[in-house]
């Protein structure tokens, strides 16, 4: 990839701060969309040049202006029982790929996530052609689906927008899984599911930002790509690497999938029974992300985009030990 002005929305979250240094240390000019004087001051500390606004109210194509390139990563990533997730994030998409075009942004990776297929039962190896559930899990995958169908017009119409989906991103820096599941364990809260032998993909943060890299370089207009770390691991096995790194134990307390399912349908239920007073202790939506299988075949990013993981599940787990 020659040396490009690159756009990132959500410059200051896990994913767009990564992607944000990862372009800046490969010479690249970066602008970063951010939302408040503070995180303006953490992009400016990363070499990037701040631009402070809301994906859903600013004028955006004049803050495009001159770029060639764009990674949207910003999005609502809230699983929760009626999160805004259902409308923010497809309306955002839909403005941020207006003012790309606008502006004359040349190439356009769109952020996605394998949510978008959820609906609570196992998803084995599936292919990107694999359609999106009649019945989402919850708002989150339904207003990722959505984008995904905002983005997939946008390309149609003649905009080179290529799609990724990751799973489970993970790593250096991380504010998402880790921390929650270090809150967990410290609480006494933390169970597996039914044991947690069931197979899940997962992809290291440095692996996403390799996989933009080539697909800005070799991404098909309007294709969708699966990336992850390789070859699935058991869900246990994943958590309990990741929960060493911070010098703790999962332990051996176990909750029957059945009984989840239940609670997290019953808590679904009373919220919209309630009109949002009362809700229960989890999500349907965290059910579908975290209790059955999700593996995703990447074997078109490795055909397509000569994708591999540059960084091991080994490598990542031995940074995370270092840094801690």
Same mark, same amino acid.
């Given at each position: ?12 979250? @896990? ?16 602008? %970063?969309?951010?939302?408040? &004087?503070?995180? =303006? ?16 109210? #600013? ?7 001159? #770029? ?6 910003? =999005? ?8 805004? +997730? ?35 039962? &196992? ?7 694999? &359609? ?13 689906? $959505? ?8 390309? =149609? ?21 880790? &921390?929650?599941?270090?809150? =967990? ?5 933390? +169970? ?32 969708? @790509? ?44 009373? @919220?919209?029974?309630?009109? %949002? ?15 059955? $299988? ?11 985009? %000569? ?6 599940? $080994?490598? %990542? ?8």
């Amino acid at each position: 990839m020659a040396e490009e002005h690159v756009f990132i929305t959500g410059a200051s979250g @896990y994913v767009g701060r990564n992607l944000l240094r990862h372009f800046v240390s490969r010479g690249h000019r970066v602008t %970063g969309l951010v939302r408040s &004087p503070e995180a =303006a001051e953490r992009v400016a500390s990363w070499g990037a040049r701040p631009v402070q606004g809301d994906m859903l109210t #600013a004028d955006l194509a004049p803050l495009m202006s001159g #770029a060639d390139v764009l990674i949207h990563a910003a =999005a609502n990533v809230d699983h929760g029982t009626g999160s805004k +997730a259902a409308s923010v994030n497809p309306e955002g998409a839909r403005r941020v790929l207006e003012a790309a075009r606008d502006a004359g942004v040349r190439k356009i990776i769109h952020i996605s996530t394998d949510s978008v297929l959820q609906d609570g039962r &196992p998803l084995r190896n599936v292919e990107e052609t694999a &359609p999106y559930p009649d019945r989402p899990a919850g708002a989150y995958s339904a207003g990722k689906a $959505e984008a995904e169908r905002v983005a997939r017009r946008a390309a =149609a119409q003649g905009q080179h927008v290529v799609i990724l989906r990751p799973r489970m991103v993970w790593g250096r820096d991380d504010t998402t899984a880790l &921390p929650m599941l270090v809150e =967990a364990v410290k609480s006494g809260k933390f +169970a597996w599911i039914s044991g947690g032998g069931y197979r899940s993909s997962s992809l290291h943060i440095a692996n996403l930002c390799h996989a933009v890299e080539l697909a800005f370089a070799r991404g098909g207009r309007g294709e969708i @790509y699966h990336v992850t770390d390789g070859p699935a691991r058991p869900f246990r096995e994943t958590v309990s690497g990741l929960l060493a790194t911070q010098g703790l134990e999962g332990g051996t307390r176990s909750v029957p999938r059945g009984a989840l399912c239940m609670i997290a349908r019953l808590g679904d239920g009373l @919220y919209r029974l309630s009109g %949002g007073r009362f809700s229960g202790p989890l999500s349907y939506q965290d059910y579908a992300t975290s209790a059955v $299988e999700i593996t995703l075949d990447i074997r078109k990013a490795e055909r397509d985009l %000569g994708y591999r993981p540059v960084v091991t599940f $080994e490598e %990542g787990l031995r940074e995370l030990r270092a840094l801690r």
